[in-house]
């Protein structure tokens, strides 16, 4: 029975990173699409039924073609990054509170945190090991940045910890019962959705990535399968922030139709902040974070925990 457990469980792994690669895909396939429109073009609609086959095409021509090494970097760090990179955001959505089983454990928020902090290290190392002035300075620049609006993220987590009083997602099903979240803490919401954006270097906040001065970033020295396993980390990463968002503050209705609709609906509006804002100067970037998100996200932990208290001198 123990041994048919494991299996299962194995199994079930399996088919989410299935699952979660192909809605990668399909994430790609829509920011363009929509990209498109808001720029009044039509984007992807060559190949396959109005483009539908096209992310499946640029991965294919991704991997099929030939991997460029620097000469001075790093061999091994430069080769596992991305691996890493992209196991850490598959990695993340075992936390996903399904109520058949699978991996959604009492410490998912926990979890979450670790992997997420993990995550700043691949793209250190990825930044570190091309040995160029470019991408040491996009890598320092987006470790900087991940790092800064972590803490927010951290004391957002821990309010609600102190609301639900447990570490498993499925408690936020629970407490969502009657009214969501994002009615009672709408300046939370809007902060964690600026945070998410920073924390995926997305549109405002992709200083990674500035063009103008840092070519593109800590991937300017990778091609082929590397920078696509690294586009593939930072979509997984973006779908997956989206499902916590929804968890948290939409009402978590994991087995309805809902879900899915809230989640397309957050993810949209990732691209649709790439499609109209321009990028942030840095040194406003980091005045969001520890200024104006900083303090908000203290008050409102401090707060919550006063709540409880004076909740539990009722109860007593």
Do not use: H
């Not at 009044?40 to 030939?66: H, M, T, W």
């Not at 992997?115 to 900087?144: D, E, F, K, P, Q």
């Amino acid at each position: 029975m123990f041994i048919n457990d494991i299996l299962l469980n194995f199994l079930g792994g399996i088919l989410l990173v299935i699952f979660v690669l192909v809605g990668v895909a399909f994430l790609t396939l829509l920011e363009r699409k929509v990209l498109g429109y808001m720029q009044i073009r039509k984007g992807p609609n060559k190949v396959g039924y109005c483009g539908l086959i096209q992310p499946f095409s640029d991965a294919i021509k991704l991997f099929n073609k030939e991997q460029t090494f620097p000469m001075s970097s790093n061999y091994l760090p430069y080769y596992f990054s991305p691996i890493f990179s992209l196991f850490i955001s598959l990695f993340c959505w075992l936390v996903v509170p399904f109520y058949f089983g699978l991996f959604s454990f009492n410490l998912g928020l926990l979890f979450f945190l670790c992997c997420t902090s993990l995550g700043v290290y691949t793209v250190m190392i990825a930044g570190w090991s091309s040995n160029s002035i470019y991408s040491l300075l996009g890598g320092l620049r987006a470790v900087a940045q991940t790092i800064s609006y972590e803490v927010s993220l951290a004391l957002i987590l821990l309010s609600f910890i102190f609301l639900c009083e447990g570490y498993s997602l499925i408690n936020f099903k629970l407490f969502q019962e009657y009214i969501w979240f994002s009615f009672l803490c709408l300046p939370l919401m809007l902060i964690w959705f600026a945070s998410c954006l920073a924390e995926t270097n997305r549109t405002p906040f992709d200083f990674a990535e500035g063009e103008s001065e840092l070519v593109s970033g800590f991937n300017v020295e990778y091609s082929s399968g590397g920078f696509a396993l690294i586009f593939m980390s930072e979509y997984a990463s973006i779908l997956f922030m989206s499902m916590l968002f929804v968890v948290m503050f939409l009402g978590c209705y994991i087995n309805s139709l809902i879900f899915f609709f809230e989640l397309t609906f957050i993810s949209f509006c990732f691209i649709w902040a790439r499609g109209t804002l321009p990028r942030y100067r840095y040194d406003k970037l980091m005045y969001l974070a520890w200024k104006s998100f900083l303090p908000v996200s203290l008050n409102y932990l401090i707060f919550f925990m006063g709540l409880k208290l004076l909740f539990l001198s009722v109860l007593i």
